[in-house]
């Protein structure tokens, strides 16, 4: 998990963002997980700063159901397919809508590394299915 505190949306000091990923292939054993090739501290930045966006469009278009939903703890999972080429590729979205995550926001957080390095079992490269979670704290 990584968390950054610096999120700043007038209105919602206490907002809290954490992100994690990890693979959810339960029967596939890898040698080594699929990883946002530009670094792992990079990527979630980048999804810290997409929600950080995300939350100010809502603040200023929806105020009152973000006030509605003061004092929640909530969870956005995005998952993904990580091919032998090193591609994301959006596969789901749940508890998306709440937070106005669509499939063009998923994706372009998915596409803020351009490239993942992909799963390897045995020392062969090997798609690999990807949970990103985002724990959103109003």
């Given at each position: 998990s990584v968390v950054f505190s610096d999120i700043e949306v007038e209105g919602f000091e206490n907002l809290w963002i954490q992100s994690s990923i990890k693979c959810i292939d339960?029967?596939?054993v890898y040698s080594d997980f699929a990883r946002p090739q530009c670094g792992k501290t990079r990527f979630m930045y980048s999804v810290q700063k997409t929600m950080q966006k995300l939350f100010?469009?809502?603040?200023?278009k929806?105020?009152?159901?973000?006030?509605?939903?003061?004092?929640?703890?909530?969870?956005?999972?995005?998952?993904f397919l990580v091919n032998e080429d090193g591609d994301a590729v959006l596969q789901s979205i749940t508890n998306g809508?709440?937070?106005?995550?669509d499939q063009k926001i998923a994706q372009k957080i998915l596409n803020?590394?351009?490239?993942?390095?992909?799963?390897?079992i045995n020392n062969t490269v090997s798609r690999s299915?990807?949970?990103?979670?985002?724990?959103i704290s109003l």
């Open positions: 339960a029967d596939s100010r469009v809502i603040a200023n929806y105020p009152d159901e973000l006030l509605a939903m003061y004092g929640t703890n909530n969870q956005v999972f995005i998952d809508a709440t937070f106005g995550i803020s590394c351009k490239k993942w390095v992909p799963a390897k299915k990807v949970r990103l979670q985002i724990d």
